[in-house]
């Protein structure tokens, strides 16, 4: 088993930033690609990014390439989703996977694990 607890979430004005960590425990979390999704009211689960096992893989829906970095700290069990230049079509509420096997997927699916959510709220 894995668990996971994201956090960082909040309030914040358009073109401002905002850092998501999602801590992980339980299972070798170096093991795992992990990913982080959100989901919009009256919308269906979107994907944002995905990292691989060891960070060599790394991939983002078109909507926040160049804005959004996805990373991970192995040694600390943390993945951290960077986001900057914010949106108001941002607004949702983010959520951390993590999947059984060390490649990085697009598809929410393929993760095994879930975070509860941290709500993004961004004013324009």
């Known amino acids: 088993q894995v668990q996971l607890g994201e956090s960082g979430g909040g309030l914040v004005q358009a073109g401002g930033s905002l850092r998501l960590s999602c801590a992980a425990s339980?299972?070798?979390?170096?093991?795992?690609?992990m990913g982080w999704f959100r989901q919009a009211p009256g919308k269906e689960r979107e994907f944002v990014a995905t990292?691989?096992?060891?960070?060599?893989?790394?991939y983002y829906v078109n909507s926040v390439k160049g804005r959004f970095t996805i990373s991970r700290d192995n040694a600390k069990n943390t993945v951290y989703l960077q986001m900057n230049s914010l949106k108001p079509e941002d607004t949702a509420v983010y959520y951390c996977?993590?999947?059984?096997?060390?490649?990085?997927?697009?598809?929410?699916?393929?993760?095994?694990?879930w975070g509860q959510g941290t709500q993004v709220t961004v004013s324009s």
């Open positions: 339980g299972r070798t979390f170096s093991s795992n690609a």
């Open positions: 996977a993590a999947r059984k096997y060390y490649s990085s997927s697009y598809y929410a699916h393929d993760y095994d694990y």
């Open positions: 990292i691989s096992r060891s960070g060599g893989s790394i």
